[in-house]
């Protein structure tokens, strides 16, 4: 394996496409952190139009007929399109392991760019019948695809370009771009519904945020084909790996396949009640504020951009923070606090705009002490040579079992007078987060350069033999 530090002085052209991570100059390291979260940014915009303008797209795509059902078809595409998000983790994971980071970056914001355009351009149910959903969902797939390599992807690259004793600081800029992208287009759905009238919304108005999302995706790909790679890539992969396949023993080979399964276990652990809260109080909030509590919903969209701004001004301070005291007590604050205050937050919620200010301000910072280091604690779990596939795809998995059902739940269990069953449900998931984070080693501060070894296997194997003891 060639080491991260090398570079091909004798090619500029190569120097100039793989640099290694400590060949990157302060202001090098600023440029490609700026490409990535911008282009993170619009990757989330994207994402978050679907689910802000749900509604609208229920009337659009589905039989209007019985609204209910239409909205619940419409958060079962918004879930189907988390299904696409492991197999994008593992596809464009591999892509950026095998390829590059920059390459696999660029390649997620063209797809998500073209899903966006498509769900504009698509004709509704009125016009071309039950084929408006199909198209609907065949576009949803190609986000979610999108969506799952650029998790892997950007985690792993800001990970990998961030100094080691501000690696939690710098990997907050991955939420804080996501939040800055919800933020975006919620922002952009409140300016749509306040300008225009609420027929014309429904009936082409919600088109034109997702035609400015694809717009900006094309921005975004400029930024990301000038940014600097933070890997060396092989010269002939597939015969190293065959090489490498030979030397490596059969215990050797078994002690890899415990270390991946615990991994994906403790992700699963770390991630389900965060995804499951965030899908709750980040990306659907507003909407459920509008469906189920009867609010305004221009009023419920500058108070759900209201509770983001203040959000991102936490992150930074929380990924900060995670680099003083450890991942390990702002995992465990999450999960504990998130539990306690699961039932308080929900009763808040009203018909009045304030309430869901007020109660997904609440939420969204909880959150944030997770999601403010989460990158960081990713990738320090992995080792360079599988990060991005491997990240890619177990928070993936987790965000398409326990974040993209969580807006449905949430809908079915409200329209059947039972709201409380998802309550305990997410709250049962952070005492999870909680659990896997008291049994999880610490890893603050670790090396990533080391492409030899899976990242704190030793803590992951104690974790692993202690639960077998």
């Not at 490409?35 to 797209?57: C, H, K, M, P, R």
């Not at 939420?175 to 300016?191: D, E, P, Q, R």
């Not at 070894?453 to 974790?463: D, F, H, N, R």
Request: proline share 3%; with cysteine; glycine share 10%.
């Amino acid at each position: 394996m060639t080491s991260l530090d090398q570079t091909d002085s004798d090619s500029p052209s190569s120097q100039a496409d793989h640099v290694g991570i400590r060949d990157l100059d302060r202001a090098g390291k600023l440029r490609s952190l700026r490409a990535a979260i911008v282009g993170n940014l619009l990757e989330w915009f994207d994402w978050t139009l679907y689910a802000l303008f749900s509604t609208y797209i229920a009337a659009s795509f589905f039989d209007s007929g019985d609204p209910t059902s239409a909205l619940l078809s419409t958060l079962l595409v918004f879930a189907g399109g988390f299904l696409a998000r492991p197999i994008g983790g593992l596809v464009f994971g591999r892509l950026a392991d095998r390829k590059g980071r920059k390459f696999s970056l660029v390649a997620t914001m063209m797809t998500m760019a073209a899903g966006s355009l498509v769900i504009a351009l698509i004709p509704s149910y009125t016009a071309i019948g039950v084929w408006s959903s199909v198209l609907l969902l065949a576009a949803r797939l190609m986000q979610g695809l999108a969506h799952g390599g650029e998790a892997g992807t950007s985690y792993a690259y800001i990970a990998e370009i961030a100094p080691r004793e501000k690696r939690g600081f710098w990997a907050s800029s991955v939420f804080t771009a996501v939040t800055v992208g919800v933020m975006t287009a919620t922002l952009l759905a409140a300016l749509i519904t306040g300008i225009l009238p609420k027929d014309a919304v429904g009936a082409w108005g919600w088109r034109v945020a997702f035609v400015i999302g694809a717009l900006l995706g094309v921005y975004a790909l400029f930024l990301r084909r000038n940014a600097a790679e933070t890997i060396e890539l092989e010269p002939d992969t597939a015969e190293s790996a065959a090489v490498e396949t030979e030397q490596v023993s059969d215990a050797e080979r078994r002690r890899r396949r415990r270390l991946i399964l615990r991994f994906g276990g403790l992700v699963l652990m770390l991630s389900a009640g965060q995804n499951a809260w965030y899908y709750t109080w980040g990306t659907f909030a507003s909407s459920y504020a509008i469906s189920s509590h009867g609010m305004d919903a221009n009023g419920a969209f500058i108070a759900s951009l209201l509770a983001q701004l203040v959000t991102v001004c936490f992150l930074p301070f929380a990924g900060r923070l995670s680099d003083r005291i450890g991942r390990r007590p702002m995992m465990m604050t999450f999960g504990l606090g998130s539990a306690a205050l699961v039932f308080p937050i929900h009763a808040l919620l009203g018909q009045a705009s304030w309430t869901l200010f007020v109660s997904q301000a609440i939420g969204m910072l909880l959150w944030a002490c997770a999601a403010g280091m989460y990158p960081a604690l990713m990738s320090e779990l992995v080792s360079t040579r599988t990060r991005a596939a491997g990240v890619g795809f177990a928070t993936s998995l987790s965000v398409a079992l326990f974040g993209g059902t969580a807006p449905y739940l949430n809908t079915w269990f409200t329209s059947v007078g039972q709201p409380w069953i998802f309550q305990i449900y997410v709250a049962a998931l952070c005492v999870l987060a909680f659990f896997a984070a008291w049994i999880m080693p610490e890893t603050k501060g670790i090396n990533l350069a080391d492409d030899d070894v899976i990242q704190a296997e030793g803590g992951l194997e104690a974790a692993g033999a202690a639960k077998e003891a």
